[in-house]
C-alpha cells in the first residue's frame, strides 16, 4: 500500500504562487510515477502534471504550462507541485496520485490517491 498526504494550499491573489507538496510512505515500486491533478466546483478531475519517479520525465495540462513546474525527492518520497502566475480559474481541490508503470494523464492509470488541498485564488 501507498499513502499519499499533500499539503501547501491555501488562498492567494491573482498573479501569487504556491507551492504543493505530497508525501509518500509505504511500499515504493520500481517503475512509478506520481502526478497531480485538480477539481473544481461542477467539474470532471482534470490532470495537471505528472513525473517519473526515476527518469524525471514530465507531463502538463496545456493549462499549466509555463506556469506550474512539478519536480521530485526521491529521498523524501516527496512530490512538489510549484505553481506560479496563479488564476482565478486554477481553483480547485488538488490531488496527488501515484501509479506504477509509464507516466499517463489518466486518472484511471493512478492507483493511489491523497485526501487533496484547496487551492483558492482571489482576483
Known amino acids: 500500500q501507498v499513502q499519499l498526504a499533500e499539503s501547501g494550499g491555501g488562498l492567494v491573489q491573482a498573479g501569487g504562487s504556491l507551492r504543493l507538496s505530497c508525501a509518500a510512505s509505504?511500499?515504493?515500486?520500481?517503475?512509478?510515477?506520481m502526478g497531480w491533478f485538480r477539481q473544481a466546483p461542477g467539474k470532471e478531475r482534470e490532470f495537471v502534471a505528472g513525473i517519473s519517479r526515476y527518469s524525471g520525465t514530465t507531463s502538463y495540462a496545456d493549462s499549466v504550462k509555463g506556469r506550474f513546474t512539478i519536480s521530485k525527492d526521491n529521498a523524501k518520497n516527496t512530490v512538489y507541485l510549484h505553481m506560479n502566475s496563479l488564476k482565478p480559474e486554477d481553483t480547485a481541490i488538488y490531488y496527488c496520485?501515484?501509479?506504477?508503470?509509464?507516466?499517463?494523464?489518466?486518472?484511471?492509470?493512478?492507483?493511489?490517491w491523497g485526501q487533496g488541498t484547496q487551492v483558492s485564488v482571489s482576483s
Open positions: 496520485a501515484a501509479g506504477v508503470g509509464g507516466l499517463s494523464p489518466d486518472s484511471s492509470s493512478y492507483g493511489y
Open positions: 509505504g511500499r515504493t515500486f520500481s517503475r512509478s510515477f
